[in-house]
C-alpha cells in the first residue's frame, strides 16, 4: 500500500468517525490528557451556541463562564483516564450564557482506541431540563392530589361524625348526610375550577334545587376565593336544607329572600354582608337544644373570621351572615 492510498484510508475513516460523532443528536465533545477541547459534534456547537474554531484547544473547563468548573465534576474527569473509571450521569444545572439555566447529565469515558491507549476522554451530555420540569409538575400534581384527598376525606368524616342519628331512621341519615356530601363535592369542583368564584352562582347552586322558583337573590357582583368555597356552600346548603324541613320551603306559598352588599371593615378588610330571609313559611320558634346545622352554620362562620346571627322570628328565620372577603 502506497503512502497515498494509506492516507486516503486514514482520511476516509477519519471523515467517517467524525460522521459518526456529529449524527449523534446528544452534544459530544473530545478532550485531550490536558482536559482541552479537540473536537466537539455539531449538536454541542447548536446547543450551547458558540463556535466551534473558538472552543477548539480551550480548557474545557474555562468554556463559556466557567460553567463546568464544579470541583466534583473535574475530579470525575480527571480520574477517567488513569484509573480507567467512567462518570455516569453527573447532574449539572447551570445558568449558561447564551442559553439560560439548563440541566444537563453528564457521561464522560475513555475514548477507545484499537491499540487500548488512547489518552483522550469523550464526554456526552444529555438534556434533561424538560424532563425535570415534567418531572416536578407532576409531583406537585400528585402531592396537590394528595393533599385535597386528604382535606376531602377529613370534611367527609366530619359530616358523617357530626350528622346526628338521635330519633332518625337510617333512611333519614342516608339522605342528609348524602345532601351534605353532595354540596361538598359540589363546592370542590366549583374551588378547583378558579382562583375565585362568583358568589351569587355559588350561593345557587349550594341550595341547589330546593325550591328554585322560590329563591331570590339580589346583590353586586362580588367574588370568593377558592379557599371560602367549601365553607360557604356549606352555610347555605345547611339554610336551604333545614328551610325545606321545617321553613319556608316546606310549604308551597313560602319564598326565600337573600340580599347582600359589601361593608367596609376595621384594618382595611371589606366584609360581604348577607341576608337570609325566610318569608310566608311556617311559624318558626327558637329550637329546644342546638343541633349540627346551627353549630355549622355559626361554626363556619367564624372559622372564616366572621359571625352570623340567627333570628327566629315568628314570620320566618333570618339569617345574618358576615364574611371577610
Given at each position: 500500500?502506497?503512502?497515498?492510498?494509506?492516507?486516503?484510508?486514514l482520511?476516509?475513516?477519519?471523515?467517517?468517525a467524525?460522521?459518526?460523532?456529529?449524527?449523534?443528536?446528544?452534544?459530544?465533545?473530545?478532550?485531550?490528557h490536558?482536559?482541552?477541547?479537540?473536537?466537539?459534534?455539531?449538536?454541542?456547537?447548536?446547543?450551547?451556541?458558540?463556535?466551534?474554531?473558538?472552543?477548539?484547544?480551550e480548557?474545557?473547563?474555562r468554556?463559556?463562564?466557567?460553567?463546568?468548573?464544579?470541583?466534583?465534576l473535574?475530579?470525575?474527569?480527571?480520574?477517567?483516564?488513569?484509573?480507567?473509571?467512567?462518570?455516569?450521569?453527573?447532574?449539572?444545572?447551570?445558568?449558561?450564557?447564551?442559553?439560560g439555566?439548563?440541566?444537563?447529565?453528564?457521561?464522560?469515558?475513555?475514548?477507545?482506541?484499537?491499540?487500548?491507549?488512547?489518552t483522550?476522554?469523550?464526554?456526552?451530555?444529555?438534556?434533561?431540563?424538560?424532563?425535570?420540569?415534567?418531572?416536578a409538575?407532576?409531583?406537585?400534581?400528585v402531592?396537590?392530589a394528595?393533599?385535597?384527598?386528604?382535606?376531602?376525606?377529613?370534611?367527609?368524616?366530619?359530616i358523617?361524625m357530626?350528622?346526628e342519628?338521635?330519633?332518625?331512621?337510617?333512611?333519614?341519615y342516608?339522605?342528609i348526610?348524602l345532601?351534605r356530601?353532595e354540596?361538598?363535592?359540589?363546592a370542590?369542583?366549583?374551588?378547583?375550577?378558579?382562583?375565585?368564584?362568583?358568589?351569587e352562582?355559588?350561593?345557587?347552586?349550594?341550595?341547589?334545587?330546593?325550591?328554585?322558583?322560590?329563591?331570590?337573590?339580589?346583590?353586586?357582583?362580588v367574588?370568593?376565593?377558592s379557599?371560602?368555597?367549601l365553607?360557604?356552600?356549606?352555610?347555605?346548603?345547611?339554610l336551604?336544607?333545614?328551610?325545606?324541613?321545617h321553613?319556608?320551603?316546606?310549604?308551597?306559598?313560602?319564598q326565600?329572600?337573600?340580599?347582600?352588599?359589601?361593608?367596609?371593615?376595621?384594618?382595611?378588610?371589606?366584609?360581604?354582608?348577607?341576608?337570609w330571609?325566610?318569608?310566608?313559611?311556617?311559624?318558626?320558634?327558637?329550637?329546644?337544644r342546638?343541633g349540627?346545622?346551627?353549630e355549622l352554620?355559626?361554626?363556619?362562620?367564624?372559622h372564616?373570621g366572621?359571625?352570623?346571627?340567627l333570628?327566629?322570628?315568628?314570620?320566618?328565620?333570618?339569617?345574618?351572615?358576615?364574611?371577610?372577603?
Amino acid at each position: 500500500m502506497i503512502l497515498e492510498d494509506l492516507y486516503r484510508l486514514l482520511r476516509s475513516g477519519h471523515v467517517q468517525a467524525q460522521g459518526v460523532v456529529d449524527t449523534m443528536t446528544q452534544p459530544i465533545v473530545v478532550l485531550d490528557h490536558n482536559l482541552c477541547v479537540t473536537n466537539a459534534n455539531n449538536a454541542f456547537v447548536r446547543t450551547f451556541e458558540v463556535e466551534r474554531d473558538d472552543i477548539l484547544g480551550e480548557s474545557f473547563f474555562r468554556l463559556g463562564n466557567g460553567q463546568w468548573e464544579i470541583a466534583d465534576l473535574r475530579h470525575l474527569i480527571a480520574s477517567v483516564i488513569p484509573k480507567a473509571a467512567a462518570v455516569v450521569g453527573f447532574e449539572v444545572t447551570h445558568d449558561f450564557p447564551a442559553i439560560g439555566q439548563r440541566t444537563f447529565l453528564v457521561d464522560a469515558r475513555r475514548l477507545v482506541h484499537p491499540d487500548n491507549n488512547s489518552t483522550n476522554i469523550l464526554i456526552l451530555f444529555d438534556d434533561v431540563t424538560e424532563r425535570r420540569r415534567h418531572d416536578a409538575e407532576k409531583d406537585f400534581i400528585v402531592a396537590e392530589a394528595r393533599h385535597r384527598l386528604r382535606n376531602l376525606f377529613a370534611v367527609i368524616r366530619a359530616i358523617a361524625m357530626q350528622t346526628e342519628t338521635e330519633d332518625r331512621t337510617a333512611t333519614e341519615y342516608r339522605d342528609i348526610f348524602l345532601g351534605r356530601l353532595e354540596v361538598t363535592l359540589r363546592a370542590q369542583e366549583i374551588a378547583s375550577s378558579g382562583e375565585t368564584t362568583d358568589f351569587e352562582p355559588l350561593l345557587r347552586r349550594s341550595v341547589g334545587e330546593l325550591g328554585v322558583e322560590r329563591f331570590h337573590c339580589d346583590g353586586p357582583a362580588v367574588t370568593l376565593t377558592s379557599s371560602k368555597v367549601l365553607a360557604v356552600s356549606m352555610i347555605f346548603h345547611e339554610l336551604g336544607t333545614n328551610a325545606m324541613k321545617h321553613g319556608a320551603l316546606s310549604v308551597p306559598a313560602g319564598q326565600i329572600h337573600v340580599t347582600w352588599a359589601l361593608e367596609a371593615g376595621p384594618r382595611s378588610r371589606t366584609y360581604l354582608i348577607c341576608e337570609w330571609q325566610e318569608k310566608n313559611g311556617l311559624p318558626v320558634t327558637p329550637p329546644k337544644r342546638r343541633g349540627y346545622g346551627t353549630e355549622l352554620i355559626e361554626g363556619t362562620s367564624a372559622h372564616l373570621g366572621g359571625k352570623v346571627e340567627l333570628k327566629y322570628d315568628p314570620g320566618g328565620l333570618t339569617a345574618t351572615i358576615k364574611i371577610p372577603v
